[in-house]
Nanobody
Framework: QVQLLESGGGLVQAGGSEPLSCVAS????????MGWFRQAPGKEREFVAC????????YCADSVKGRFTISRDNAKNTVYLQMNSLIPEDTAVYYC???????????????WGKGTLVTVSS
């Protein structure tokens, strides 16, 4: 069992930056691929970024490519999402997720955090 707890978020002005963190419980963090997803009001949950177990390979959705960066620190059981050049369309609840497989599909995730709200004001 893996428990995930996100932190960060809040109200951010457009053009600003915001770092998100997600701490995982347990000793097996390094065995999981990690991802970030988001869900805007009235919309389905969508993929944002994922990272492999070592942190060497990352993949981001086209909508955030060049603005968001995913990283991880296995010694701290933590995955990060650095969000830069934020726009109002980035407003959403951001979720951290863990998977046994390399995937950008929410249906492939084994564990989810409860999410943290990011609101970008124009």
């Amino acid at each position: 069992q893996v428990q995930l707890l996100e932190s960060g978020g809040g109200l951010v002005q457009a053009g600003g930056s915001e770092p998100l963190s997600c701490v995982a419980s347990g000793r097996t963090f390094s065995s999981y691929f990690m991802g970030w997803f988001r869900q805007a009001p009235g919309k389905e949950r969508e993929f944002v970024a994922c990272i492999d177990r070592s942190g060497y390979r990352q993949y981001c959705a086209d909508s955030v490519k060049g603005r968001f960066t995913i990283s991880r620190d296995n010694a701290k059981n933590t995955v990060y999402l650095q969000m830069n050049s934020l726009i109002p369309e980035d407003t959403a609840v951001y979720y951290c997720a863990a998977s046994r497989f390399w995937s950008s599909s929410s249906s492939s995730m084994d564990y989810w955090g409860k999410g943290t709200l990011v609101t970008v004001s124009s």
